[in-house]
């Protein structure tokens, strides 16, 4: 996998961003895709995961309601879409894949920054 994630940036309160993660590495439905976090200060977290075939998901469940990941194997690509977003959400969103050994972080992207405004 090569994974490049974008769509962060500066956003207020109650707003709204969707990230996308690319995989160069044309996996298609091959993996379970992920997105983590980590906030300043802060350990990495859990997001959000999608199995292969999209067909099930699971969330933090501070995001739940709120965040949701979807994929389209055809693009190779991973989106997280991020609703009614608030301050304790900024932080850098990473996309990752598991490749069948856990979450190794050999097989994350590069982060993108969310940063929201009070």
């Known amino acids: 996998v090569q994974l490049q994630a974008s769509g962060g940036g500066l956003v207020q309160a109650g707003g709204s961003l969707r990230l996308s993660c690319v995989d160069y590495?044309?996996?298609?439905?091959?993996?379970?895709m992920g997105w983590f976090r980590r906030a300043p200060g802060k350990e990495y977290e859990f997001v959000a995961a999608?199995?292969?075939?999209?067909?099930?998901?699971n969330y933090l469940d501070s995001v739940k309601g709120r965040f949701t990941i979807s994929r389209d194997n055809a693009k190779n690509t991973v989106y997280l879409q991020m609703n009614s977003l608030n301050p304790e959400d900024t932080a850098v969103y990473y996309c990752?894949?598991?490749?069948?050994?856990?979450?190794?972080?050999?097989?994350w992207g590069q982060g993108t920054q969310v940063t929201v405004s009070s």
């Open positions: 990752a894949a598991d490749l069948g050994n856990g979450w190794s972080t050999d097989n």
């Open positions: 999608i199995s292969r075939s999209g067909d099930t998901t």
């Open positions: 590495g044309r996996s298609g439905g091959t993996y379970t």
